[in-house]
């Protein structure tokens, strides 16, 4: 759910204690998830993230950003299975 969070635009936070997945890793990188498995830590993140007005702003910009450049889905599912 945080992948899917993050390009909603919602600011994410990931705590799960193995190594990050590819999505995982390509969100971090174009600045759309924290990766911060110590549980205080991401509490103290969560924190700052709620006081600031402007980070949600930011992360929804990015994520638009990111998702004007993807493909839908459904339509190369639908290629795919129509062969079009």
């Known amino acids: 759910m945080t992948a899917e969070a993050a390009l909603?635009?919602?600011?994410s936070?990931?705590?799960?204690?193995?190594?990050?997945?590819?999505?995982?890793r390509y969100l971090i990188r174009a600045g759309l998830v924290k990766r911060i498995p110590d549980p205080r830590r991401a509490a103290e993140?969560?924190?700052?993230?709620?006081?600031d007005p402007s980070y949600r702003a930011r992360a929804?910009?990015?994520a638009s950003g990111?998702?004007?450049?993807m493909?839908?889905?459904?339509?190369?599912?639908?290629?795919g299975i129509l062969g079009g």
């Open 60 to 62: 929804s910009g990015i």
């Open 45 to 51: 993140a969560t924190a700052r993230i709620l006081r």
């Open 8 to 11: 909603m635009g919602v600011p």
């Open 66 to 69: 990111l998702l004007s450049k």
């Open 13 to 24: 936070i990931s705590c799960y204690p193995s190594d990050p997945t590819f999505v995982e």
């Open 71 to 79: 493909e839908d889905p459904i339509e190369v599912i639908a290629r």
